[in-house]
């Protein structure tokens, strides 16, 4: 059985809901045969849990961000498209701000 949980970053944790959820998928996982997918943004607590676990870092290339943004941008209103700079800068500041996450 396969459990799969995506951005576990956003769980709450103000009221223990993320560790809770934690430790019933780890008593789960001592039980039975089940594997964990979680996906997560790069939160320290939550590293340090799965710091025994394989992972993989999956990261968006900067080509494929452009792609997309390209076939976006060209779908948005024509206002956009007034001022000729405004699309390249819109789409440069989306990439800077995607390589810090």
């Known amino acids: 059985m396969f459990i799969v949980i995506n951005?576990?970053?956003?769980?709450?944790?103000?009221?223990?809901?993320?560790?809770?959820?934690l430790l019933e998928i780890r008593k789960l996982q001592a039980q039975s045969n089940t594997?964990?997918?979680?996906?997560?943004?790069f939160i320290?607590?939550?590293e340090q849990e799965f710091?025994?676990?394989?992972n993989?870092?999956?990261?968006?290339?900067?080509?494929?961000?452009k792609r997309y943004l390209n076939d976006y941008i060209s779908?948005?209103?024509?206002?956009?498209?007034?001022?000729?700079?405004?699309p390249l800068l819109i789409k440069t500041n989306i990439i800077?701000?995607?390589n810090r996450m």
């Open 7 to 21: 951005a576990l970053n956003k769980c709450r944790e103000n009221n223990n809901t993320r560790i809770n959820l």
């Open 35 to 41: 594997k964990l997918i979680i996906t997560s943004r």
């Open 44 to 46: 320290a607590e939550i």
């Open 51 to 54: 710091k025994e676990d394989i």
């Open 56 to 65: 993989l870092e999956i990261r968006a290339r900067n080509k494929n961000i």
């Open 75 to 86: 779908r948005l209103s024509r206002i956009i498209f007034e001022k000729p700079s405004l």
């Open 96 to 98: 800077i701000t995607i």
